[in-house]
Structures are given as structure tokens and as C-alpha cells.
């Protein structure tokens, strides 16, 4: 549920055209998220499943959020 919120909140913000470093503060902040949450499961695994997350998060969110300001980008060219 995580990654889906990250993802539809990097897109929307890609669509109001903001700065490039917002995916990967959303990266962060889901990462945090996750971490607080399955914090016992984690911690079996020595933080390589975090590590795992992180990485497919910060792929996932640029690439919504690339496809988000395209389409903004699309939007304002219209008008």
C-alpha cells in the first residue's frame, strides 16, 4: 500500500511540474514508513529487504514521475 501511495504521490507531483528531487524525498519518506512499520521483520534480515525496497521505490517513483510531468508538460503546452 506503501509503494502504490509513493507512486501515485510522485506522479501527481511530476504533473505539477516541481523539482527533480521530489521522488526521491517521497523514496525517503515511504522508506521510512516501512521501516518504522515491519520493524521487527526487518530486523531479522540484517536491512537487506529495506535495501531491496528502496532501490525498486526510487526506480519506480522517477519513472511516475517523469510520466506525470510529461503529461503536465502536455497540459500546459495546450493552453
Known amino acids: 500500500m506503501l509503494l502504490l501511495t509513493g507512486a501515485l504521490v510522485s506522479g ?4 505539477r511540474l516541481t523539482g527533480w528531487w521530489v521522488p526521491t524525498a517521497v ?12 520493524q521487527g521483520v526487518l530486523s531479522t534480515a540484517d536491512g537487506m529487504a529495506l535495501a531491496i525496497t528502496g532501490l525498486t521505490c526510487l526506480f519506480l517513483f522517477h519513472a511516475i514521475f ?7 508538460l502536455r497540459w500546459r503546452k495546450r493552453r
Open 12 to 15: 501527481f507531483l511530476g504533473y
Open 27 to 38: 523514496t525517503l519518506a515511504v522508506l521510512a514508513l516501512q521501516a518504522a512499520t515491519y
Open 66 to 72: 517523469s510520466m506525470g510531468r510529461s503529461l503536465g
